[in-house]
C-alpha cells in the first residue's frame, strides 16, 4: 500500500515556475515508478510526466517537455515536479500517482495508486 500526498500548487502567472511535491508512505517507495499527470476543467486527465524506480529514467509529455523536470529523492519518499515557463493551458489538478511495476509507463491503468491532486492555475 502507498498513501500519496500533493502539494506546491497554486496561483502563478504565465512564465512564472511552481514545484510540485508528492509525499508518499510507506517503506517501499523506491520500487515504484512514479508519474505525474493533470486534469484541466472539460477534459480528461492526461499524461505528464514519468520516472523509473531505478535508474530515474524519465518520460515526457510532449506539451511540457523542455519546461517540466519531475525528479525523485528515495531517502524523502517524495517525487517532484519543477514546472518553468507555465503557459495558461498548463492550469489543472495535478496528481501524482504510483506504478508497482517500476517501469517507466504512461497510461493511466499501469498505476495502482493517486493522489488527491492539486490545483494549479495559471493566469495571462
Known amino acids: 500500500q502507498v498513501q500519496l500526498v500533493e502539494s506546491g500548487g497554486g496561483l502563478v502567472q504565465a512564465g512564472g515556475s511552481l514545484r510540485l511535491s508528492c509525499a508518499a508512505s510507506?517503506?517501499?517507495?523506491?520500487?515504484?515508478?512514479m508519474g505525474w499527470f493533470r486534469q484541466a476543467p472539460g477534459k480528461e486527465r492526461e499524461f505528464v510526466a514519468a520516472?523509473?524506480?531505478?535508474?530515474?529514467?524519465?518520460y515526457y509529455a510532449g506539451s511540457v517537455k523542455g519546461r517540466f523536470t519531475i525528479s525523485r529523492d528515495n531517502a524523502k519518499n517524495t517525487v517532484y515536479l519543477q514546472m518553468n515557463s507555465l503557459k495558461p493551458e498548463d492550469t489543472a489538478v495535478y496528481y501524482c500517482?504510483?506504478?508497482?511495476?517500476?517501469?517507466?509507463?504512461?497510461?493511466?491503468?499501469?498505476?495502482?495508486?493517486w493522489g488527491q491532486g492539486t490545483q494549479v492555475t495559471v493566469s495571462s
Open positions: 500517482a504510483a506504478a508497482q511495476g517500476g517501469y517507466i509507463v504512461t497510461a493511466q491503468s499501469e498505476y495502482g495508486y
Open positions: 510507506g517503506r517501499t517507495f523506491s520500487r515504484y515508478a
Open positions: 520516472i523509473s524506480r531505478g535508474d530515474s529514467t524519465t
